[in-house]
C-alpha cells in the first residue's frame, strides 16, 4: 500500500514539474516572439478602446487593421497620444512592448 501511495505522490509531483515547465516555456516563447507579445500587450492595455478584433465598431478608434505600413507613425502615436483621444502610453509601455505592438499590427493588417 505504501508503494503505490508513494508512487502516487512522485506521478503528480512529476506532473506539476512538467505543467511547470510548459508554462515557462510558453512565457519564453512569447518573450522571443514579438507577435506573441503584442497580442498580449494588446489584449492587455489596448482592446477595451480598439476592440479584440482591432476594430471597435461606433466608437472614433480606427480600424487597425488598416493602419498605415508606417512603424515610426505607430510608435510616435502609441507614445504620445493622439488628439486628446487617444492617451500616451510612452510612460506605461516599454520599447519593447511597442515594437511588439507593431509587430502583432502589422501581422493584422489588410490590405
Not at 505543467?19 to 507577435?35: G, I, S
Not at 489584449?43 to 461606433?58: E, F, L, R, T, W
Amino acid at each position: 500500500m505504501r508503494t503505490a501511495a508513494t508512487f502516487a505522490s512522485v506521478v503528480a509531483i512529476s506532473a506539476a514539474v512538467s505543467a511547470a515547465a510548459l508554462a515557462q516555456q510558453q512565457d519564453d516563447n512569447a518573450a522571443h516572439n514579438p507577435v506573441d507579445l503584442g497580442k498580449t500587450t494588446f489584449a492587455q492595455k489596448c482592446s477595451h478602446c480598439h476592440g479584440p478584433n482591432m476594430v471597435n465598431s461606433g466608437t472614433v478608434t480606427p480600424d487597425l487593421r488598416r493602419f498605415p505600413d508606417d512603424q515610426p507613425r505607430f510608435v510616435t502615436t502609441v507614445k504620445q497620444g493622439k488628439n486628446g483621444r487617444m492617451p500616451p502610453w510612452g510612460d506605461i509601455l516599454s520599447d519593447d512592448e511597442i515594437i511588439a505592438l507593431w509587430a502583432y499590427v502589422s501581422s493584422r493588417r489588410t490590405q
